[in-house]
């Protein structure tokens, strides 16, 4: 079908500009308005730029743009999480069964600008430095300003798209319109970006091919590749407390705790305690609104309609997604938007609520959990098991990051299958002490095959 339209997006993040080529392709006239300057001439912020995992969902939805071959070039594969204890040794925790089951770690800058530059190459006009700062939906107007001047613009659209993040105006617009809801739940807890330099010949410092973890109970520090032979380091800790942001008031705080908490990754840490304070503390919430549409004037999708927390690399995978199941309405409904938009958010809303309780739940699998000999057997029986009856059971993880089930589905399958691993690991301590018999019988009872969609 080919479009008669001009669309307006709000945002250009890798959400915005994926959706945008996917719209210029099917023939609408689109526009971005970005209120940042053009990161691919005056780069990203420092300090909020948590690296990218991309896995099974983005690759899908990157495939179908027809942009991997160029993405794959920004990309480095990691196998596994690599668990830093308080001694300082080291344990790989492959993600997958499989030798192909990776996630792929991705510059958020990179992968953003080759996004834009697709887009406009696909016919898409970005404007930046443009930040909406008011949306009325009834006159189909933005205003729009120029921060760097204080200038103000109006500017009509016929159709809008908010992809502009978790602080969207085009979000709040739509709830004023409608008198629906929008909440933020706060996580309590905040990151700080840190950087791991590369060796002096460029070279990797740690194992290259693995996200690394420093799992502390309460909070954690990791760190993922980057193409340069640097690290991407991300600290998070609660906001208040004993252990906290708010109790590292001085660099000899910050210093101790280091020491105490992370002493491996100590003499890694490029100027830690002038990065630890020159760069911002970031926030942690889930975003979670109704509707996510008014009428067939506007629509959010990505973070404006669904942000999470970043705990299970999702939430650009996820955003990706959200831009395949739109294109796909384009194309079963036509040209009518409110029934696109309608069919959108009744396709999206349960699976974005799943993958935010699965990314939240997660957190305490990354910072904790994984340093439990129980988790460690409950996830060699899951590996198991998903040899034995590939139909019927997959480990949650693998749903989530190597298949295309639905995320409700996989948040569905993956409470049953938790239930079987507790019941069949309650009295075992090693693998071969499990009952198979028994697990043959749990799993034949309670896992049906799965449909069409795993991928």
């Known amino acids: 079908m080919s479009g008669g339209a ?3 997006l ?3 993040g890798p959400v915005g500009s994926l959706m945008s080529i996917f719209l ?13 300057p053009d990161p691919r001439v005056h780069g990203i912020s420092a300090g909020r730029s948590i690296n990218l995992a991309l896995a099974n969902r983005g690759i899908d939805a990157l ?12 990309l480095i594969p990691m196998r596994g999480r690599m668990i830093h204890d308080g001694m300082g040794d080291t344990q790989l925790q492959p993600y997958g069964n499989k030798p192909h089951e990776v996630i792929w770690s991705a510059s958020r800058g990179a992968l953003n600008g080759l996004l834009m530059t697709a887009a406009e190459r696909a016919g898409v006009t970005i404007r930046f430095d443009r930040r909406c700062d008011r949306v009325d939906l009834a006159a189909r107007r933005l205003t729009l300003i120029d921060d760097a001047t204080g200038t103000a613009l109006e500017k009509p659209f016929e159709v809008l798209i908010g992809a502009d993040g978790s602080g969207s105006a085009v979000r709040a617009a739509i709830a004023r319109a409608t008198g629906g809801m929008v909440s933020e739940d706060r996580l309590g807890h905040g990151y700080k970006e840190l950087t791991i330099a590369p060796g002096a010949d460029g070279s990797f410092r740690m194992e290259p091919n693995a996200l690394h973890i ?22 998070f800790l609660p906001n208040e407390g004993g252990v906290s942001f708010a109790a590292l008031k001085e660099p000899a705080d910050v210093e101790a705790f280091f020491a105490r908490s992370f002493a491996d990754a100590v003499p890694l840490i490029d100027d830690l305690t002038g990065s630890f304070f020159a760069n911002p503390t970031g926030a942690l919430a889930t975003i979670r609104c109704l509707p996510w549409r008014d009428a067939g004037r506007a629509l959010v999708m990505g973070d404006a309609a669904h942000a999470i927390v970043p705990f299970h690399g999702q939430g650009m995978n996820a955003g990706f997604e959200d831009c ?5 309405r384009i194309e079963a409904v036509g040209g009518d938007w409110a029934a696109v938009f309608t069919a959108f958010e009744t396709a999206r809303k349960e699976n974005a609520e799943a993958i935010a309780d699965m990314a939240l739940e997660n957190y305490v699998e990354m910072r904790d959990s994984v340093r439990d000999p129980g988790f460690v057997l409950r996830r060699a029986l899951a590996w198991k098991l998903e040899e034995q009856y ?7 993880y693998s749903m989530v990051m190597f298949h295309r089930l639905p995320y409700a589905e ?7 299958q938790a239930d079987i691993l507790k019941e069949l690991t309650r009295e075992a301590t090693a693998i071969d002490q499990v009952d198979f018999a028994r697990a043959a019988r749990l799993v034949e009872e309670r896992l049906p095959e799965r449909g069409d969609g795993h991928g």
């Open 6 to 8: 001009s669309i307006t």
């Open 10 to 12: 709000v945002g250009a």
């Open 24 to 36: 210029a392709r099917r023939g609408y006239s689109v526009t971005i308005y970005e209120r940042r």
């Open 63 to 74: 495939e179908k743009a027809g942009l991997m071959a160029e993405v794959e070039k920004l």
């Open 214 to 235: 420093w799992p502390r109970g309460g909070f954690m520090l990791i760190a993922l590749p980057n193409l340069d032979g640097s690290f991407t380091a991300t600290l």
């Open 324 to 328: 395949v199941a739109l294109d796909g």
């Open 390 to 396: 590939p139909d019927r059971f997959i480990p949650r």
């Open 410 to 416: 996989a948040y569905r399958r993956g409470r049953i």
